[in-house]
């Protein structure tokens, strides 16, 4: 596609992006124009390695009970680990076959890789500084982790014999030496090497002992008292039992990060058969991180580095526990008053008003749903009611992540098997939920679904549901549009919209959307819906250019949007171009963004925050003010499946939903982005250099999470807002 960005202070410089199938952006860069890039942009990695940080940076928030904090732990550990198997991953393959692709901000795949590396040691050590910090705290509430202290003799007793019953079982320690070759050791596997001394002949051997995925990281004792190991501490501590006739002379533990990304042949004549070969060769890719317990023995060590570690490879040497993700064992320890508390989602009082008929709600007027603060049983129930309803005629459904247990897809198959006709697009290529995918789509099919598997180089990421109805005036497509997946475990977490309407230009064009990915039709015109790669960028290039236009004119110039991610260049040059014009902007970017805030002649009208609390801001929203005193009933506002991202707007098919009825733009303009902007409790501010300063909560700290569970919000409830049954919300002063 061509970028058609205004002209402003940059474009002198030829930073040209040219879009590539692996996911990284390529731009060539003069080289006397890579100073400037480093100081206009942001490294999308180092980025994305800053958000991890405010993640991290929960595990130490006192405001938080203690098993939360925990949990925000875990979470920077899976994070990390999926950024080193994907994305360190793709620059180490870059790097070793020469490609030197440059970043936004100028750095080819090494530099970028050096600063990685760097970064990642950092996060690092502070993840096991917290871990330290939080081990000392649980102690004290009585969950005592005793991987390197004494126990008593009951609990002793009690893991020997978990040890000999449970674990000897399962294990299987092979000698390594010319008769025994060094074993696969399988992505995230966990194991262990001991040097031993034959006692007889004072021979010297290595065994290694891989740990089962099957197997429990940390073991709980049995008892009242909360008394846990981790399960390589529980091998070494009764390693002897293993091997007898040897002395122990050192032994250590390690964890392997393999290469996880999948790539997809243009050309590939089967595409199920295709990923079903891919997922097994992501199980044997390069290793990309090593990581091991610092006082490992020398010769065990050598061996390992030996035969696992590469040129590409991240060697982490740790004093603290290894794989950090797994903690999460431990939060699920039944205390409830170490974890937030409780939380029910509400049920839409709209359905309810129509007796739980979710098609008499919707032809009433459009109604948004703003989970998890509403339930995600309506998203459900939509399916279901469409399945069981004798004149519901067609039901057509994009699926990207379903989750392993999902009402939904049990929805659709009781629908087929009812007679209806039944279309899914179900994403193969969703990150790390290929596999289960594929089991979906095939039970789909058994049941008689139409599934559709969308197109070989293009995701089809947009949420969108649509069921035709037989009724007195003849046909009527009902829509659900989201911001988020249909999935019910995330639903529970992550901030989302859902939105619900009969317009008949939405069915429109949500049947154009359908027949673009499952027949190559390309729509060559849609009545409301922006769809990407077809004009969606261009949408927005638009709506930012008449902000432009209108503050060049004199008239109010702002813009709002809520993302979880900022990288395209594109998007991020035309957001340049209108802070130079005197367009007020404010973001909330929930993870990376390559955007730099507050640059004088550059951004200084531009301002970035990330929220980082109990619920995972997911939601896309844009707001523009059109002329009007935002926020008011002039400004345009969207919802989106897709971020600023190349990804999103070149090589993946989503939507953007224009919202046109007036109870639903102010719901969503004025309570879920303005709660988001006001909020100081959880909100963190970019800096000019592109780093982030914790907002200081102020004489009236505000908690966007906290105003939406204890407020009624969204469906049905305009009336109450008028009413006062919500807070209003206002803008501070200095605030656009």
Known sequence: MTDNSPSNSIEPNHIIELDDQSGYEDYSIAPEATKIAEQTYVNRELSWLAFNERVLAEARNENYPLLERLRF????GSNLDEFMMIRVAGLVGQAQRGIERLSIDGRSPSQQLTAIREAVRKLSDEQRQSWRELQELLGEAGISIVDNKKVDPEAYAALKNYFLDEIVPVITPQALDP??????????????????????????IVEMVLIPSALP???????????????????????????????????????????SDIEIEEEAEDLVRTFRSAIQRRRKGQVIQLELEHDFHPVAEDMLLEQLSTAGTTILKTDGLIGVARLSDIVAEDRPDL???????????????????????IREKDLVIHHPYESFEVVVDFIRQAAKDPDVVAIKQTLYRAGDQSPVIMALIAAAERGKSVTAVV??????????????????ERAGVQVIYGFVDWKTHAKVSMVVRREEKGLRTYCHFGTGNYHPVTAKVYTDLSFFTADPKMGRDAAKLFNFVTGYVEPRKTGLLSISPIDLREKLYSRIDKEISNAREGRPAAIWAKLNSLTDKGVIDRLYAASQAGVEIQLVVRGICCLRSGIEGLSESIRVKSIIGRFLEHSRIWAFANGGALPDEKTKVYISSADAMSRNLNRRVEALVPIRNKTVHDQILQQVLLAN??????????????????????EKPFNCHRYFMTNPSLSGRGGALEAGGVPKLALRKGAV
């Open 677 to 698: 902007l006001l909020d100081t409790e959880q909100s963190w501010e970019q800096q000019p250099g592109g780093e982030y300063a914790r907002v200081e909560a102020g």
């Open 73 to 76: 732990l875990s979470i920077s």
């Open 217 to 259: 990281r940390f073991i709980r004792v049995p008892g009242e008292d909360a008394i846990y190991i981790s399960i390589e501490s529980l091998i070494c501590r009764f390693a002897k039992h293993l091997f007898p006739g040897f002395k122990i002379e050192g032994d250590g533990a390690f964890r392997v990060l393999r290469d």
């Open 339 to 361: 974890k937030f508390s409780s939380y029910s989602p509400r049920y839409p009082e709209r359905i309810l008003e129509h007796d739980g008929d979710c098609f008499a709600a």
């Open 179 to 204: 008769a025994h070759p060094f074993p696969f050791v399988s992505n995230e596997g966990v194991g262990l090497l001991f040097t031993l001394t034959r006692i007889d002949d004072g021979a010297q």
């Open 427 to 444: 994403e193969l290529k969703a990150r790390f939920d290929e596999e289960q995918n594929l089991l979906w789509a095939s039970e789909l």
